[in-house]
């Protein structure tokens, strides 16, 4: 079983920037895929990023392309999600799972997803 805890989220203004954390408990981190992903009020959750268990591969939504960077420390156990140049379509709830081998790195879908943590608010004003 793997706990995931996520924290970073804020009030921040368009343009500005923040760093999401994603902190694993248990073992075998290294060998999951993990990824990023948001849901707004009133909407789905949508797929942000997914990194693969090697950091070798990232794979991003169109939408947080060149803005958003997934990267990952699997000796602290840690996902992380820079986002810069954020908009107030950022604005949500942000989640990170954690998916089991074998790995794919272009899981998008939620259900693709074995663990998922509580979610951390972010919300970029205008």
């Known amino acids: 079983q793997v706990q995931l805890v996520e924290s970073g989220g804020g009030l921040v203004q368009a343009g500005g920037s923040l760093r999401l954390s994603c902190v694993a408990s248990?073992?075998?981190?290294?060998?999951?895929?993990m990824g990023w992903f948001r849901q707004a009020p009133g909407k789905e959750r949508e797929f942000v990023a997914a990194i693969s268990w090697n950091s070798g591969t990232r794979y991003y939504a169109d939408s947080v392309k060149g803005r958003f960077t997934i990267s990952r420390d699997n000796a602290k156990n840690t996902a992380l999600l820079q986002m810069n140049s954020l908009k107030p379509e950022d604005t949500a709830d942000y989640y990170c799972?954690?998916?089991?081998?074998?790995?794919?790195?272009?899981?998008?879908?939620?259900?693709?997803?074995?663990?998922w943590g509580q979610g951390t608010q972010v919300t970029v004003s205008s």
């Open positions: 799972a954690a998916a089991r081998p074998p790995p794919n790195v272009s899981r998008t879908r939620p259900y693709e997803y074995d663990y």
């Open positions: 248990g073992r075998s981190f290294s060998s999951y895929t």
